[in-house]
T-cell receptor, first 114, second 111 residues
Framework: SAVISQKPSRDICQRGTSLTIQCQVD?????MFWYRQQPGQSLTLIAT?????????ESGFVIDKFPISRPNLTFSTLTVSNMSPEDSSIYLC???????????FGQGTRLTVV | KNEVEQSPQNLTAQEGEFITINCSYS?????LHWLQQHPGGGIVSLFM???GKKKHGRLIATINIQEKHSSLHITASHPRDSAVYIC?????????????FGKGTLLTVNP
């Protein structure tokens, strides 16, 4: 199975600034996803990161707020832009193999916006 | 109504007890995952099921596709099992696959 290294593990940021979260996979994965978990809530899909093209965003999430890059099959970044306290959440990346029989997860980034 | 429902939301047990966490889903799925989330937020995949039963150490997961129900059992529970356990299902809309998550079950095992 693949191992995903996610950085940073936590950060405290000022409102109005941006934070980029990175996920590095130790092997190629077919698809990569970015999730948000607000306090007390379940994980919610932000977008599917597509290699070499624009990410596919879920309803309620937009590229200007959450730009995503995936330049190759082992690396992706999520930026949380122009942050407000409402963006305080855990952000998580995950990957899957071709047959969707395995799912791999990063360690999560706990973001606090003050 | 959520597509993935877990019960109970919170569970407190004494060390050594047998624990069951339930998951029901209302959509067609290709597979179901049981995940463990630690206090720092990191998630570990415990099982992926598409039918039947799987066992790993003290953990057992079962799924009934017809009834759209899965259970996670922990035998001889231990305080280190304390975590949030999350059920997640693979759903697809055309060529788009995504995981839909339950809200999780917070398990606390007391010594």
């Amino acid at each position: 199975s693949a191992v995903i290294s996610q950085k940073p593990s936590r950060d405290i940021c000022q409102r109005g600034t941006s934070l980029t979260i990175q996920c590095q996979v130790d092997s190629q994965v077919t698809m990569m996803f970015w999730y948000r978990q607000q306090p007390g809530q379940s994980l919610t899909l932000i977008a599917t990161a597509n290699q070499g093209s624009e990410a596919t965003y879920e309803s309620g999430f937009v590229i200007d707020k959450f730009p995503i890059s995936r330049p190759n099959l082992t690396f992706s970044t999520l930026t949380v832009s122009n942050m407000s306290p409402e963006d305080s959440s855990i952000y998580l990346c995950s990957g899957t193999n071709r047959g969707f029989t395995e799912a791999f997860f990063g360690q999560g980034t706990r973001l606090t916006v003050v | 109504k959520n597509e993935v429902e877990q019960s109970p939301q919170n569970l407190t047990a004494q060390e050594g007890e047998f624990i069951t966490i339930n998951c029901s889903y209302s959509v067609g799925i290709s597979a179901l995952h049981w995940l463990q989330q630690h206090p720092g937020g990191g998630i570990v995949s415990l099982f992926m099921l598409s039918s039947g039963k799987k066992k790993h150490g003290r953990l057992i997961a079962t799924i009934n596709i017809q009834e759209k129900h899965s259970s996670l059992h922990i035998t001889a529970s231990h305080p280190r099992d304390s975590a949030v356990y999350i059920c997640a299902v693979w759903t697809s809309g055309g060529s788009n696959y995504k995981l839909t998550f339950g809200k999780g079950t917070l398990l606390t095992v007391n010594p």
